[in-house]
């Protein structure tokens, strides 16, 4: 990572280069030492809604470093940190973090906390709201069409997967997109049970907790007709995670709306599972996308693990 001073001369007035933020949580990064994980040549897009994918250029994955909310008022979204090319370099022999300008350091700090609120139109009115990389992401890439393929080939050059792997994914797209087209697959990841919904007693899990992801047809048995328990969607990324075993990361409570910037106070249980998130495979026009987000379980969805015996336990 480069040092304040040489991310302050790429950045412009609202902290950004190529209209992609350096937010206050990325401070803590500066001057240390990371692996590359992915070249972020294109991502989903689930700020405007149109569930297709963007092409994104001269970015970049850090392992597996996310914005752990700090700077934006206790965000609990836990987005990937994206990282612009300009704001990184090779490391070479040696050792250690490199001494840096604590008064740069301090000016970056500045400019970059300055810039996480935004005056914008919302609903009839002009409102301050959070400005963050996500509700960015859009203005740092351009739309991809939906049969570019070349996007796919960029995918394997640059050695983000494997040609099996696309081969793989694109094959299971057209074989679901045939079944559904023959009327024996729904185009939602569940089938709801047409008789009355099931609600499962309250858990009241915490971060720490082993948790067991119920079979696909119990959880159909607590969604509507559209998928959703209480308004959260279960997709077909989460899918693969039915029956599987998994510690409770955290509970979410509050997060950042990508397409508004306005922070969204949650009043019903959510929760993130511990190394559970998107693949990006699943996704119909959104494949490969690198992102690797957490999807949001509900209680409904998952039954307590006893540790001691390996036992799986519900509410009384």
């Excluded at 001269?58 to 700090?70: K, N």
Aim: net charge neutral; charged share 30%.
């Amino acid at each position: 990572m480069r040092p304040p001073e040489e991310i302050l001369a790429t950045l412009d007035a609202n902290a950004s280069l190529d209209a992609m933020p350096f937010m206050p949580e990325m401070l803590q990064y500066v001057g240390r030492r990371f692996m590359v994980s992915h070249r972020v040549e294109k991502i989903c897009d689930t700020a405007g809604k149109t569930f297709t994918s963007r092409r994104m250029r001269d970015t970049v994955f850090l392992e597996d470093l996310r914005c752990d909310g700090s700077g934006h008022d206790g965000c609990q979204a836990r987005c990937r940190i994206y990282w612009k090319e300009a704001w990184l370099r090779r490391v070479g022999g040696g050792s250690g973090s490199p001494d840096h300008d604590e008064e740069a350091a301090l000016e970056l700090l500045a400019r970059t906390t300055g810039a996480t609120r935004v005056e914008r139109p919302i609903g009839g009115e002009v409102k301050s709201v959070y400005r963050c990389q996500a509700t960015e992401a859009n203005a740092a890439s351009t739309a991809l069409p939906k049969y570019d393929l070349a996007q796919y080939v960029r995918e394997v050059r640059v050695g983000n997967v494997s040609p099996s792997r696309v081969a793989t994914v694109l094959a299971r797209a057209l074989l679901e997109r045939l079944l559904r087209a023959l009327r024996l697959r729904s185009s939602s990841a569940l089938r709801p049970p047409r008789d009355q919904r099931e609600e499962p007693a309250p858990l009241g899990l915490a971060p720490g907790e082993l948790v067991q992801v119920r079979p696909c047809e119990e959880i159909a048995a607590t969604v509507d007709a559209s998928c959703r328990t209480r308004g959260l969607l279960f997709d077909h990324e989460m899918l693969p995670y039915c029956g599987g075993t998994y510690q409770v990361l955290d509970r979410v409570e509050r997060f950042i709306d990508e397409s508004t910037g306005e922070m969204v106070e949650l009043k019903s249980d959510c929760l993130v599972l511990d190394g559970v998130v998107c693949s990006g495979e699943r996704s119909v026009w959104r494949w490969f996308c690198p992102r690797a987000i957490y999807p949001w379980w509900r209680e409904a969805w998952l039954r307590r693990v006893d540790e001691q015996g390996g036992r799986i336990t519900t509410a009384a």
